[in-house]
Nanobody, 115 residues
Framework: QVQLVESGGGLVQPGGSLTLSCALSEDDITFSAMGWYRQAPGNQREWVASTFKNGPAASASSLKGRFTIARDNAKNTIYLQMNSLKPEDTAVYYC?????????WGQGTQVTVSS
């Protein structure tokens, strides 16, 4: 059973930074993409950033370079470094894994940006 375990969420002040982690439970899995989405109350889930098996990582242009995604293959883990956080970044952040045959989601981790 593939599991994605997220961590690193919490409360941070505007302008602060936070790093999310997502660990994949399986060592031997072929993935096409692995990334992050977020969902704020009353909004649809939106794409944040992804890292791809073949190709460079990408992030939503609306973030204007504030967020960076990274992957550690040895640890089967991806990270989302979030800088210059704004109140509008408040959301539940979900880890996502896409394989050739299926898609998986983590349970989500809450990020709250507030003074």
């Amino acid at each position: 059973q593939v599991q994605l375990v997220e961590s690193g969420g919490g409360l941070v002040q505007p302008g602060g930074s936070l790093t999310l982690s997502c660990a994949l439970s399986e060592d031997d899995i072929t993935f096409s993409a692995m990334g992050w989405y977020r969902q704020a109350p009353g909004n649809q889930r939106e794409w944040v950033a992804s890292t791809f098996k073949n190709g460079p990582a990408a992030s939503a242009s609306s973030l204007k370079g504030r967020f960076t995604i990274a992957r550690d293959n040895a640890k089967n883990t991806i990270y989302l470094q979030m800088n210059s956080l704004k109140p509008e970044d408040t959301a539940v952040y979900y880890c996502n894994l896409v394989t050739p045959t299926a898609q998986y989601w983590g349970q989500g981790t809450q990020v709250t940006v507030s003074s």
